[in-house]
């Protein structure tokens, strides 16, 4: 079992910056593949970034160039640097915690881009 809680999400004006946390505890963290997705209302969540237990990235193209996935293991925690923000990351952001078939989801933390 991993237990996963994200945080730093909030109101942020277009162009500016927020930076997301997702503390893991329960399990080895190392081990996990370690993603971001967001649900915007009306619409599916969808994979924003992830990163393997290599720390090899991936991105969805809407957000290359924008935001940056981090993982620091010794602290079982992973991060979503997110720049340049626009109106439409505006969505509730869930850290995802992967290992083969298993997945494990946080409970989610809103992102509101808006002036």
């Known amino acids: 079992q991993v237990q996963l809680v994200e945080s730093g999400g909030g109101l942020v004006q277009p162009g500016g910056s927020l930076r997301l946390s997702c503390a893991a505890s329960g399990s080895i963290f190392s081990v996990y593949v370690m993603g971001w997705y967001r649900q915007a209302p009306g619409k599916q969540r969808e994979l924003v970034a992830s990163?393997?237990?290599?720390?090899?990235?991936n991105y969805a193209d809407s957000v290359k160039g924008r935001f940056t996935i981090s993982r620091d293991n010794s602290k079982n925690t992973v991060y979503l640097q997110m720049n340049s923000l626009k109106p439409e990351d505006t969505a509730v952001y869930y850290c995802?915690?992967?290992?083969?078939?298993?997945?494990?989801w946080g409970q989610g933390t809103q992102v509101t881009v808006s002036s």
């Open positions: 995802n915690a992967r290992l083969s078939w298993i997945n494990y």
């Open positions: 990163i393997a237990t290599s720390s090899s990235t």
